[in-house]
């Protein structure tokens, strides 16, 4: 009992001690606004005098009198502020026989002449002086005041801790006390609001709100003079009588009280029963209080304390009473809450401010908190968890259809095809495979309808996260089928991807007319799936093929379409390619036989594909796209290097039983990297590319320090007596072709120089 009349005994303090500080401090602002209003007024004042006095230019009518009167001044100045308890009115004055010019005042009295300037500023003052409280009516009249009551207050507890300690009151009186304290504290802090002291009453229904709840917490969990159904009704009657005060005196702070009563109300009942039902059913009513209450009065912050305090009683009843037979019913409930707080998300969407955004982006974790529950509630019993993906995926595209929410819709579709990868949701064995299948194709067949109502229906071209979508459309049904299928029907992965190929190319037939730029993506999209085919189907390096595909599919369409971020992306995801390719270099292939192994042919296809792209950035005219074709040209031939030099050394690696099989293969390598840089540079002179040629120039020069310095000192007989002659014959054929070059691009109108002539 000593921790509850400590605790009673702080909540009185806090009150009592802290509202006196912010009453004054709200005061001393008041004081200091009504001040600058004064100076604004003296400043209004001394307009109007100075536009009266004998020195002002004339309203009659004279020698331009009529043009540069300044009638219109006084009447701007007394609409830039008017006092609130009259209203101007307008005069006429007679500058002379001929015309007369109206002007308002900035504060005549209300049906009398304009008054002077000396009674004005009397006025003024009287008004000011009584409006601004000093410091001695501050101190005297209400620091006494909030100095009274805290003593007042600490010797009644005193008195009251002095009795509990000395059994001068039983526990019964104690709990009877408690609630008459906080009814008075409630009943008297109505009483003081409705008489202009608002905070401070409300500070005081507040407090005795608190107190209450204390009291009955006390009676059931202290004392047990009451039983857990009644403490429970008890504490409800509360929360709703704090609802309805906080509505009736338009007070966030005891709407606060009342959501957070509310909500550790079943906490301090406690107990040992699993009443789910009586649980989320008072939770679900007590978010929707709560909903209208907030609306009512755009208390946006009450929403977020509500979605605080729901995720905290769902996890507390999971973490102690969940049980698989209650699936259903918590999956209905947390489907409940997850509307309720979606409706209470649209409508704080449409406030402005810092407290609306914060709401905001705290409200929208909760469509993906449950997601996550569901999948992990319904994937323990299937098939829930395949009704439950597809009817995700449907909810999802028509929440996001009006508004278009393309982001939104991206975001859905990730969010079901990362559930359905791998044995985490979707049930494993034969007799899972058609329901797998059908859940599958369902969720890429409503997004892909998605684009199509948007694009044929709605005449909308795609935006560039709708065409990430399209593609995560189909290379994800690609690969969600095909881990579906794998274990049952391994044969059937090319034939998927052929027809998967074919779907993409029928799509882009219908998008042909209504957008080219998601026609031509259906076209890549064909590509990449008809090369990932063929790549599974033989046994190659499926990821490979795939991404290499797909980037040079990408970047042709941002260099057709001037799109940076397709070039971008495109030409990332083809180097990602061209990494994991390299990174197989160092293994031998099972079964290795020169140039007809997977590796081999998935090297020449990226190179091909590298290659094709350096043709397409030669015909755009951005002015990157020749710094972007050279560099494809060194990723390609160092790429073809090591490729050459892995097919030599997977060659002999087997056969190093053999004594010369070292010698060999050391002779082949400078042999190979000699002819490839020798391509290059006739490549490069026969299409004028100098890029080319310094690439063939710099393989020649490494191989040369090779041959000088490995090859000089390793090889030796017949061995180095080859390397060697065939090296030097090819550097010699190298400077020939330079030579016969230098002779062929000289201009013919270009006389020869005297040490040329001379030249034999």
């Not at 002379?96 to 004005?120: D, E, I, K, L, N």
């Not at 973490?319 to 509307?339: I, K």
């Not at 070039?567 to 390719?581: D, E, I, K, P, S």
Request: charge should be neutral; glycine fraction near 10%; proline fraction near 4%.
């Amino acid at each position: 009992m000593a921790e509850f009349v400590g605790l009673l005994v702080s909540l009185i303090l806090v009150v009592f001690v802290l509202m006196p500080v912010l009453t004054f401090i709200r005061m001393g602002r008041i004081s200091r606004e009504l001040e600058e209003l004064s100076e604004r007024v003296t400043t209004l004042e001394r307009v109007r005098a100075s536009s009266t006095s004998p020195f002002a230019p004339s309203h009659a009518a004279g020698v331009g009198g009529d043009r540069f009167s300044s009638a219109t001044e006084p009447a701007n100045v007394g609409a830039f502020i008017q006092s609130p308890s009259t209203e101007p009115t307008s005069e006429g004055h007679t500058g002379g026989a001929s015309s007369s010019v109206a002007w308002v005042p900035p504060f005549p009295p209300a049906g009398g002449p304009a008054v002077g300037r000396v009674g004005s500023d009397a006025a003024h003052t009287a008004v000011a002086e009584a409006a601004t409280p000093d410091l001695e009516e501050r101190l005297g009249g209400r620091g006494l005041l909030y100095t009274g009551i805290v003593v007042l207050l600490l010797g009644v507890s005193f008195f009251l801790k002095y009795a509990f300690e000395n059994a001068w009151i039983n526990e019964t009186g104690r709990v009877v006390f408690g609630v008459v304290a906080g009814l008075a504290l409630v009943g008297g802090g109505l009483r003081l609001a409705s008489q202009g002291l608002a905070v401070f009453g409300q500070a005081l229904a507040g407090t005795g709100l608190a107190i209450l709840y204390l009291a009955v917490y006390a009676a059931l969990d202290f004392y047990g003079l009451i039983n857990e159904t009644t403490a429970f009704l008890l504490m409800t009657v509360v929360t709703i009588g704090a609802g309805a005060m906080a509505h009736q005196q338009r007070a966030q702070a005891l709407a606060f009280i009342a959501v957070g009563g509310g909500f550790l109300t079943p906490l301090l009942i406690g107990g040992d029963e699993n009443a789910q039902l009586r649980l989320f059913s008072y939770v679900a009513l007590l978010v929707g209080g709560t909903m209208v209450l907030s609306l009512r009065h755009r208390w946006l912050a009450l929403n977020a304390l509500s979605y605080i305090a729901t995720l905290g009683v769902v996890v507390a009843w999971a973490s102690s009473f969940y049980t698989d037979a209650q699936w259903l019913r918590t999956l209905l409930f947390l489907t409940l809450f997850c509307v309720l707080f979606l409706v209470i998300l649209r409508e704080t969407n449409r406030n402005k401010g810092v407290t609306a955004r914060l709401v905001t982006t705290l409200l929208s974790t909760a469509p993906i908190f449950y997601h996550l529950a569901a999948i992990v509630i319904s994937a323990a019993h299937p098939p829930a968890i395949h009704v439950y993906l597809i009817a995700f995926t449907a909810t999802g595209l028509w929440l996001t259809a009006d508004p278009h929410r393309p982001i939104l819709r991206l975001l859905v579709l990730l969010g079901a095809d990362v559930a359905m990868f791998g044995a985490l949701t979707l049930p494993e064995g034969i007799s899972w495979a058609a329901p797998n299948v059908v859940t599958i194709v369902a969720v890429a067949a409503l997004h892909l309808m998605a684009i199509l109502d948007r694009v044929l229906r709605q005449e909308q071209p795609l935006a560039a996260s709708e065409l990430v979508t399209l593609h995560l459309t189909g290379l994800g049904l690609f690969a969600l089928l095909y881990a579906a299928l794998q274990p049952t029907y391994p044969e059937f992965r090319g034939a998927l991807a052929a027809l998967l190929a074919l779907g993409a190319v029928g799509l882009w037939r219908l998008l042909l007319t209504r957008d080219r730029i998601a026609a031509l993506n259906a076209v890549a999209l064909s590509f990449t799936l008809a090369a990932m085919g063929l790549a599974v189907q033989f046994d190659g390096p499926t990821v490979i093929v795939g991404w290499a595909a797909e980037g040079a599919a990408a970047a042709w369409l941002g260099v057709r379409f001037r799109r940076r971020a397709f070039q971008l992306g495109g030409a990332m995801l083809w180097l990602l390619a061209v990494v994991r390719l390299l990174d197989s270099f160092s293994e031998i292939p099972a079964n290795f036989t020169v140039l007809a192994n997977a590796r081999a042919v998935a090297t020449l296809f990226v190179v091909v594909l590298g290659y094709a792209l350096t043709c397409v950035f030669s015909r755009s005219e951005a002015p990157e796209a020749g710094r972007a074709r050279a560099g494809l040209h060194v990723v390609i031939s160092f790429l073809t290097l090591m490729w050459v030099t892995s097919e030599i050394t997977s060659f002999w690696e087997v056969r190093y039983l053999s004594a010369q099989a070292h010698l060999y293969e050391q002779t082949m390598l400078s042999l190979a990297a000699g002819l490839y840089g020798a391509l290059l540079i006739m490549i490069g002179m026969k299409r004028g590319y100098p890029p080319l040629r310094y690439i063939g120039m710099t393989i020649l020069a490494v191989t040369v320090l090779k041959v000088f310095f490995y090859d000089l000192w390793e090889l030796g007989g017949i061995y180095r007596v080859v390397g060697f002659m065939a090296f030097g014959a090819l550097l010699v054929l190298v400077s020939y072709l330079y030579q016969k070059r230098r002779g062929v691009t000289r201009p013919s109108s270009e006389s020869p120089s005297p040490s040329d002539a001379a030249m034999p």
